[in-house]
Every structure is written in structure tokens, then in C-alpha cells.
């Protein structure tokens, strides 16, 4: 009893002056581990007569509680030492400026096309891609323009070497309407899509560049006729302008893969040196600008696309995405749109953070 009345004692002075954890945890080993003089002395009480154990137990328990104790105790100054130690060393200057924020902004082009998804989801249209890349009878013969047709002259198109799948060479797409034949053969009839993307072009000045965007709208039904076109692009342009007095003018034309084919004028009037689009192009100070290019799909293509143009019908159309930001948002350089420059890009660019909603504003200038 006076051996264990030592021990405990020089235990509780080693614990109390031990330097570090390190040395703490030797000590708790040294008494409490497995092989420690505490557990030697726990391990004895089971060969006692159950007398002697009521006698000496208490006094063992009680030496192995302190000793515990004792080392938590120390255990929780030591570290609150430490933490007191790398407070002291560890510094947070609050003079130092602030890191720079980021400065991305998204691209017109990119904005536009959100615009365009917002307003024609709206009215049931979802939006479909394709490839850039693409094959000679999705981007020419499947609407209605054979190897030997006049039309393919006026895409000056970049053909790449190789041959194509379905014939012909590979080219870097001259417009999105292939993403019209791809999207009737992949999900049939009815329809309505819009496909902006990238399009190319060998063609290059101040309102040409070799790439460029477009956005082709289809809807395939039963029973649609050319009101339907003229209501759609209304709606999408008093929309997208944020304008009710938008006025459009049907002009014939002639494209292969529409029949009959239409040139939409938008009228205009000159403000302050910018076009603004709005009213009749009759009207006086007004005229009228070339818009776009439409009509009702030619009933060959509906065959190209595996459809039977006796049940379906539809109309098409094609817009220059670049032309509309332009319009929109007043820029008069296409090139500026794709020379990368953070200064056109901070005063041309929209936050991204707001993404265009109707209930927003589409037209909203961030
Ligand atoms: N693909 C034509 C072009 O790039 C534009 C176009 C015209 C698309 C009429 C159409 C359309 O869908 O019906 O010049």
C-alpha cells in the first residue's frame, strides 16, 4: 500500500510536469497501458479472497481514477498551449487588398442564344443541335440540293478530304439546316425546334466572317400553312425586341429546301445613327430590312427525312444570330465579336448571373 502511495505520487509529479504530449502519453503507458504498474496492481485483485478484495479494491480503483484524471488534466493544458503557441505565430494581415474579382461576362452571341431558347420555349419549342462537322447529304443533298445544284456554289464551303458516310466529302457545316433533316429523322413527327449554332463560310470582311452563328427554327405538324409561320416570327421578334409595333413584310423567294420560299423584311427607322427596328418599312422615315430567309418545307425534304409529306407539313426558317445581337444590343463590327478583346467583351458582355426569363425581360442590360 505505501509502494502504490509512492507510486501514485512520483506518477502525478511526472504527469504534472510532463513537456509535451509525447512525454504525457509515455507516462499514461508507463501506470495505465496493459503492462503499467496500475493495471499490474487492477490484474491482483483477482487472485484475493473476496475479503481481502473488498479491502483493497477501493484504494486501487481510486489510485487508477486520479491518475486518469490527472493525465486528462494535463492532456487539455498542453493543448491548449499549443493552440495558444500557433495563434501566436500564425498572422492574418487584414491590410492586404483584396484579391482581384473575376471578370467574365458572357458573349452577345451566347446571351442571344439564351434569349432565343427562353422565348421559343415558351411558345413549345425545344432547342436541337448537331454536328459542325458535317456530311455532304445532310448539309446539301437531303434539302433538296443534289451534287449538281447551283445553290451549293453560293455556300463557298470548307470541305475537308475525307469522304463522307452518306457520300461526297465531309465539310464544316455551311448552315444549320441540316440539324432540321437530322432532327426528323431522329424523333419523326410533330415538330418544333429551334438549332442555333455555329456555321462556316469561306468569307471574310467587315460583315462576313469565315464562322458565324446561325439559329434554324422547324415546326412539323398537320394542317400548317404560312399564317403560322408569319404569327411565330412576329411573336418571337415583339418578344425578343421587347416591342409591340414590330411590322413584317413576306417578299417570294427561292430556296431549295422551301417551297414557296420567303424573304422576311422587319421594318425600320434611323435613330441617333442606329437602325431601330419598328413600325411599317411604307411608313414614312421608315423602310424595310432583309431579315431572314423562310417558307414551308419542301416536300422532298420531308421525304429526305423518311416522313410522308402527305401527312406533315411544316415551315422553316433561318436567322443570323451575330445580325440580331447587332440589332439588339448595337454593336456595328461583326469582326469585334471573335477578336477575344476583354475590353469589347466588358462593355458588350452580360453578367452570368442572369440568365434572360420572360417574366425578367429578356432584353434586360445587365
Ligand atoms: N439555310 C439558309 C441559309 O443559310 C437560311 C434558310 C432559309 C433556312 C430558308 C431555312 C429556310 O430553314 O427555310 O442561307
Known amino acids: 500500500m505505501t509502494d502504490m502511495q509512492s507510486n501514485k505520487e512520483a506518477a502525478l ?35 484475493m479472497s473476496p475479503e481481502e478484495r473488498n479491502e483493497k479494491a477501493p484504494a486501487i480503483q481510486a489510485t487508477r481514477g486520479e491518475i486518469a484524471d490527472a493525465i486528462a488534466a494535463r492532456k487539455a493544458e498542453l493543448e491548449a498551449a499549443e493552440l495558444e503557441a500557433r495563434l501566436a505565430t500564425e498572422t492574418l494581415d487584414l491590410t492586404l487588398p483584396a484579391p482581384e474579382t473575376p471578370r467574365g461576362s458572357v458573349h452577345p452571341v451566347s446571351q442571344v442564344m439564351d434569349e432565343l431558347a427562353e422565348i421559343f420555349a415558351d411558345m413549345g419549342f425545344s432547342v436541337a443541335t448537331g454536328p459542325e462537322v458535317e456530311d455532304d447529304w445532310y448539309n446539301f443533298t437531303a434539302l433538296n ?53 455555329r456555321v462556316y463560310r469561306s468569307d471574310s470582311d467587315a460583315t462576313h466572317t469565315p464562322m458565324f452563328h446561325q439559329v434554324e427554327g422547324l415546326v412539323i405538324d398537320k394542317g400548317i400553312h404560312l399564317g403560322h409561320l408569319k404569327w411565330t416570327l412576329e411573336t418571337f421578334l415583339k418578344a425578343f425586341f421587347e416591342k409591340d409595333d414590330i411590322v413584317l413584310r413576306l417578299r417570294p423567294s427561292y430556296f431549295p429546301f422551301t417551297e414557296p420560299s ?16 419598328g413600325g411599317s418599312g411604307d411608313a414614312p422615315g421608315h423602310a424595310w430590312m432583309e431579315l431572314l430567309g423562310s417558307g414551308m418545307v419542301n416536300r422532298r425534304v420531308i421525304e429526305f427525312a423518311g416522313l410522308d409529306p402527305d401527312e406533315w407539313q411544316g415551315f422553316a426558317w433561318g436567322l443570323g444570330v451575330d445580325r440580331l445581337a447587332m440589332l439588339k444590343y448595337g454593336m456595328d463590327d461583326l469582326r ?18 442572369e440568365q434572360p426569363t420572360l417574366s425578367g425581360g429578356v432584353g434586360a442590360r445587365s
Do not use: C, N
Open 13 to 47: 509529479a511526472a504527469i504534472a510536469a510532463a513537456s509535451d504530449l509525447d512525454v504525457l502519453e509515455a507516462r499514461r503507458v508507463e501506470a495505465l497501458g496493459k503492462k503499467g504498474w496500475v493495471s499490474a496492481l487492477l490484474k491482483t485483485l483477482g487472485q
Open 145 to 197: 440540293m443534289p451534287e449538281s445544284h447551283p445553290a451549293r456554289a453560293m455556300h463557298d464551303t470548307f470541305y475537308f478530304p475525307d469522304t463522307a458516310p452518306k457520300g461526297g466529302k465531309m465539310l464544316l457545316r455551311t448552315h444549320t439546316s441540316p440539324v432540321q433533316i437530322r432532327t426528323m429523322m431522329a424523333e419523326g413527327a410533330p415538330l418544333r425546334i429551334i438549332a442555333p449554332g
Open 262 to 277: 420567303v424573304e422576311v423584311d422587319v421594318g425600320f427607322e434611323i435613330v441617333d445613327g442606329k437602325r431601330v427596328l
Open 336 to 353: 469585334a465579336f471573335f477578336d477575344g478583346d476583354a475590353r469589347w467583351l466588358a462593355h458588350y458582355g452580360f453578367s452570368g448571373h
